[in-house]
C-alpha cells in the first residue's frame, strides 16, 4: 500500500509562486503514472501534471509553461512548481499515483492541500 502526504499549499497573491510536495512512503510494485490533480469548488477533478513512467510528461493547457513537476527519487517525493499563479489556480490539490500489481491497476491519492490564490 502506497502512502501520499501533500503539503506546501496555502495562499498566495496572483502572479506568485508555491511549491507542493507530495511525500510518497510504501513500496510501489510497477509504476504506471503518478502525477498532481486539482479540484475547485463546483468542478470535477482534474489533471494538473501527470508523468507516465518511461513515457512523457503531460500538462493541462491551462498551466503549461508556468507549472512543473518533478520527482526526487532519493528522497521518494514529487513537486509541483507553481509559478505566475492567476486565481483560477485555486483549488485543492492531490497528489496521485498508479500502479500496476497482479495485473490490476491501484490508484492512491493524497489527502489534498488548499491552494489559494487572491486577485
Known amino acids: 500500500q502506497v502512502q501520499l502526504v501533500e503539503s506546501g499549499g496555502g495562499l498566495v497573491q496572483s502572479g506568485g509562486s508555491l511549491r507542493l510536495s507530495c511525500a510518497i512512503a510504501g513500496s510501489i510494485f510497477s509504476l504506471n503514472a503518478l502525477g498532481w490533480y486539482r479540484q475547485a469548488p463546483g468542478k470535477e477533478r482534474e489533471p494538473v501534471a501527470t508523468?507516465?513512467?518511461?513515457?512523457?510528461?503531460n500538462y493541462a493547457d491551462s498551466v503549461k509553461g508556468r507549472f512543473t513537476i518533478s520527482v526526487d527519487n532519493a528522497k521518494n517525493t514529487m513537486y509541483l512548481q507553481m509559478n505566475s499563479l492567476k486565481p483560477e489556480d485555486t483549488a485543492v490539490y492531490y497528489c496521485?499515483?498508479?500502479?500496476?500489481?497482479?495485473?490490476?491497476?491501484?490508484?492512491?491519492w493524497g489527502q489534498g492541500t488548499q491552494v489559494t490564490v487572491s486577485s
Open positions: 496521485h499515483v498508479d500502479q500496476i500489481y497482479l495485473g490490476d491497476y491501484i490508484d492512491s
Open positions: 508523468h507516465i513512467s518511461g513515457g512523457s510528461t
